[in-house]
């Protein structure tokens, strides 16, 4: 079961997802999501572990929970429809604008 860490002090990195949730269970993967620009961590991650009643026990007693000053938010990861595990918007990457709103005109025109 993929499982949502948010709230995580800045300072956290996996193996102190990995060492918290071990106690649960037993840990297939831990990821903390970094910001390309700064390399700092954005205060989220992903558990992934491997038996759902002990994830589901792990989400129940974490969730609030106080680590390293801070209270994690806990719950089981959102998919999209497809099943997968949605994308993180790239901020960086600017929207397409629509021409019609960048149309400057000089004249009286409708």
């Known amino acids: 079961m993929d499982i949502f860490v948010g709230s995580i002090p800045f300072k956290f ?3 102190d997802l990995i060492a918290i949730f ?3 269970g037993e840990v297939k993967a831990a990821t903390i999501v970094i910001d390309k ?3 700092q ?3 989220f991650g992903f558990v ?18 106080e680590q390293g000053g801070r209270a994690i938010v806990v719950s089981e990861a959102q998919k ?6 949605t994308q993180q918007r790239d901020w960086h990457t ?7 709103k960048d149309i400057i005109s000089w004249g009286k025109g409708k």
């Not at 992934?48 to 929970?65: D, P």
């Not at 999209?80 to 595990?85: D, H, I, R, S, T």
């Open 80 to 85: 999209n429809k497809a099943g997968e595990k």
């Open 48 to 65: 992934e572990m491997t038996n759902n009643n002990q994830a589901l026990k792990a989400i129940k007693s974490l969730n609030g929970s």
């Open 94 to 100: 600017p929207k397409k604008k629509d021409t019609k």
């Open 41 to 43: 961590n954005k205060g």
């Open 13 to 15: 990195k996996e193996e």
């Open 37 to 39: 620009a700064t390399r």
């Open 22 to 24: 071990s106690e649960y």
